[in-house]
């Protein structure tokens, strides 16, 4: 029973290492900034265009959060980028899906 008891502490203290270690390095490997929800995300932008990347496999209509009224929604394919006009001075916040 003691060589059992001592087999399953082994075990239990390697997977908390080895979780311990997998959460570490993913931790790390996360961006700076959070993530936006959904398929459409801001892949940069500059005066008066932003560019919205689709990174779902499918087809999805999204526009950007501004300050004021938003863009209308454009098309955008699976995994393509597409550029929408922005009025002088606006600053995307961020994409959604319309």
Do not use: K
Not at 29 to 34: C, I, L, S, V
Not at 48 to 75: H, K, L, M, R
């Amino acid at each position: 029973m003691t060589r059992l008891r001592s087999l399953f502490a082994t075990a239990a203290t390697v997977v908390l290492i080895t979780g311990a270690t997998a959460a570490g390095s993913a931790t790390a490997a996360e961006p700076a900034q959070p993530r936006e929800p959904g398929c459409a995300h801001v892949l940069g932008y500059g005066s008066g265009w932003a560019d919205i990347y689709n990174e779902c496999g499918y087809t999805v209509f999204a526009s950007v959060e501004v300050d004021g009224f938003d863009p209308p929604c454009i098309q955008i394919g699976p995994g393509a980028v597409a550029t929408i006009g922005l009025e002088p001075g606006d600053t995307p916040y961020y994409a959604y899906e319309c």
